[in-house]
């Protein structure tokens, strides 16, 4: 069953394990990579809109709902990050998929490496926006207190979406996810994935370390890890700056230098500060 807003991205419903499954996509060009769109904990694909609909234009696009999450519908368990991951590789078989980019944020981003552990032939690149999660977010109450941080410095459109998704989540279920998250081990799985893998961090965001240190952990590994920093951006990247976010994952795509974005709006910067060793070439 297909609807349309007035998105670039049209709405759908699928069935995924028994499980309904709402999901917004575009077809893009003939022939481009297929990027799949990974939300975060509690919330639906519809925060990670203002990047997919900027994106759409480049690449065959798909936003869903994780089963549990969202308008989708409630497996008979919550699913914890592995099953997330399934999910994910169920859905993507339902729409004859073999391969994919992934793009997350947060939880999102503990998906995605739970993915590339699973299933590495499948994972053509990664991308991983505030890939929150392991030591850094611990204990569950200092993970707690990043997360009030991080309210009072996202834009206040982000309420509108993210409070009806909690809501519809639930606090039983938001608590037991944001545990599974916390203690998930997101800083190996990162070290293990061998594929081309975007990093993208805000500079003000509480759950994550400060770039510095991010950098400084990055340069002790060889790896296939590009780490970019958005200045003034916090957790929720994909609906705070879109075009910031849209520009720096052309260009990974692409391989091509990072460069800022000169017309996205306000006063963002976005730079590189870890390139590493097995990273394709740039192309110039």
Same mark, same amino acid.
């Given at each position: 069953?297909?609807?349309?807003?007035?998105?670039?991205?049209?709405?759908?419903?699928?069935?995924?394990?028994?499980?309904?499954?709402?999901?917004?996509?575009?077809?893009?060009?003939?022939?481009?990579?297929?990027?799949?769109?990974?939300?975060?904990?509690?919330?639906?694909?519809?925060?990670?809109?203002?990047?997919?609909?900027?994106?759409?234009?480049?690449?065959?696009?798909?936003?869903?709902?994780?089963?549990?999450?969202?308008?989708?519908?409630?497996?008979?368990?919550?699913?914890?990050?592995?099953?997330?991951?399934?999910?994910?590789?169920?859905?993507?078989?339902?729409?004859?998929?073999?391969?994919?980019?992934?793009?997350?944020?947060?939880?999102?981003?503990?998906?995605?490496?739970?993915?590339?552990?699973?299933?590495?032939?499948?994972?053509?690149?990664?991308?991983?926006?505030?890939?929150?999660?392991?030591?850094?977010?611990?204990?569950?109450?200092?993970?707690?207190?990043?997360?009030?941080?991080?309210?009072? /410095? #996202?834009?206040? @459109?982000?309420?509108?979406?993210? %409070?009806?998704?909690? *809501?519809?989540? =639930?606090?039983?279920?938001? &608590?037991?996810?944001?545990?599974?998250?916390?203690?998930?081990?997101?800083?190996?799985?990162?070290?293990?994935?061998?594929?081309?893998?975007?990093?993208?961090?805000?500079?003000?965001?509480?759950?994550?370390?400060?770039?510095?240190?991010? /950098? #400084?952990?990055? @340069?002790?590994?060889?790896?296939? %890890?590009?780490?970019? *920093?958005?200045? =003034?951006?916090?957790?929720? &990247?994909?609906?705070?700056?879109?075009?910031?976010?849209?520009?720096?994952?052309?260009?990974?795509?692409?391989?091509?230098?990072?460069?800022?974005?000169?017309?996205?709006?306000?006063?963002?910067?976005?730079?590189?500060?870890?390139?590493?060793?097995?990273?394709?070439?740039?192309?110039?």
């Amino acid at each position: 069953m297909t609807s349309s807003t007035g998105s670039v991205l049209t709405e759908h419903w699928t069935s995924v394990d028994g499980v309904k499954v709402f999901y917004r996509a575009s077809p893009g060009p003939p022939g481009v990579p297929t990027v799949m769109h990974v939300h975060g904990f509690g919330l639906s694909g519809r925060y990670l809109l203002p990047t997919a609909e900027r994106l759409a234009g480049d690449f065959r696009t798909l936003v869903p709902d994780l089963p549990g999450f969202g308008r989708s519908g409630r497996p008979r368990e919550p699913l914890d990050v592995r099953q997330l991951a399934e999910a994910a590789a169920a859905f993507l078989d339902d729409r004859e998929i073999e391969r994919v980019t992934l793009l997350g944020n947060s939880m999102g981003c503990a998906v995605i490496c739970e993915f590339a552990h699973l299933y590495p032939s499948r994972l053509e690149r990664a991308v991983l926006v505030g890939p929150a999660g392991g030591l850094h977010n611990q204990p569950m109450r200092r993970a707690v207190q990043q997360l009030a941080q991080d309210g009072i /410095r #996202e834009p206040l @459109g982000l309420i509108r979406v993210a %409070v009806p998704d909690y *809501v519809r989540f =639930g606090v039983p279920s938001t &608590v037991r996810m944001f545990r599974a998250l916390t203690r998930y081990p997101a800083l190996e799985r990162l070290m293990e994935l061998h594929i081309p893998t975007l990093v993208v961090l805000g500079s003000g965001d509480p759950l994550m370390p400060e770039p510095s240190r991010v /950098r #400084e952990i990055a @340069g002790q590994f060889e790896t296939h %890890v590009l780490v970019v *920093v958005i200045d =003034g951006a916090a957790h929720a &990247v994909n609906f705070s700056h879109p075009g910031e976010l849209a520009n720096v994952t052309r260009l990974f795509m692409a391989d091509l230098p990072i460069r800022d974005d000169p017309d996205s709006p306000g006063h963002a910067r976005a730079y590189e500060i870890h390139r590493g060793a097995n990273l394709p070439p740039l192309r110039t």
